[in-house]
């Protein structure tokens, strides 16, 4: 069935510093990737999405990559801030089916 | 818009007990979305409907569990008798008609449950 893993579990930088989170995705359908960000004891939220028309997109300080020849997809976080510190997703779905989400990544940002 | 509304934020409960969790979509999205959040596993899909139509539902753990959608603003999800396992945090969660629907997963805050 659909799998998505994510490394690393967990991941601890420097303010200022770059993070990168990397996941794997098995459905070769899959087209569509989305990061979400999920604070403590809240709701994850979007931070940026792919499709798999386009190989990377930016926004701002974060960026997406996409290899859908090896079926991998990172998320770039640069110039990290403490508030950057919180739970992040992955995750990956075929055309109108259902999300599968990554095991996350805790993120700490030390100032 | 208020955004997915989820009832009760927090329940404790007692095993055996039945306990009912409740949905409100963001009016307008015709998916919604039944996940459930633990340490150990993240956040497993359990169920999902498509125009009030339930349309997989492998990720629901077993037949304790049950989850309807009477109409397009309200889904409930069931778990009945209720176990300690069963503790976790139930996010529901909505997204836009498939025509333009940009992907993106709207979460309510979440309802969570707490069997002792």
């Known amino acids: 069935g659909e799998n998505v893993e994510q490394h690393p579990s967990t991941l601890s930088v420097q303010e200022g510093d770059s993070a990168v989170i990397k996941c794997t995705y098995s459905?070769?359908?899959?087209?569509?990737f989305p990061w979400y960000k999920q604070e403590l004891g809240k709701r994850p939220q979007l931070i940026i999405d792919?499709?798999?028309?386009?190989g990377e997109k930016k926004d701002q300080r974060i960026a997406v990559t996409l290899n859908k020849t090896a079926k991998h997809f990172s998320l770039h976080i640069t110039e990290t801030q403490p508030e950057d510190s919180a739970v992040y997703f992955c995750?990956?779905?075929?055309?109108?089916?259902?999300?599968?989400f990554g095991q996350g990544t805790e993120l700490s940002v030390k100032p | 818009d208020a955004g997915v509304i989820q009832s009760p934020r927090h329940e404790v409960t007692e095993m055996g007990q039945e306990v009912t969790l409740r949905c409100k979509p963001i009016?307008?999205?015709?998916?919604l979305f039944w996940y459930r959040q633990t340490m150990m596993r993240g956040l497993e899909l359990l169920i999902y409907?498509?125009?009030?139509?339930?349309?997989?539902d492998s990720g629901m753990p077993e037949d304790r569990f049950s989850a309807k959608m009477p109409n397009a603003s309200f889904s409930t999800l069931k778990i009945q008798p209720s176990e300690p396992r069963d503790s976790a945090v139930y996010f529901c969660?909505?997204?836009?008609?498939?025509?333009?629907?940009?992907?993106?997963?709207?979460f309510g805050e979440g309802s969570r449950l707490t069997v002792l």
């Open positions: 409907f498509n125009n009030n139509v339930p349309i997989d």
């Open positions: 969660a909505s997204s836009l008609p498939a025509g333009i629907n940009t992907g993106e997963l709207f």
């Open positions: 995750a990956a779905s075929r055309p109108g089916g259902k999300l599968i």
């Open positions: 009016s307008g999205h015709n998916s």
């Open positions: 459905d070769s359908a899959s087209n569509y």
């Open positions: 792919i499709r798999s028309n386009v």
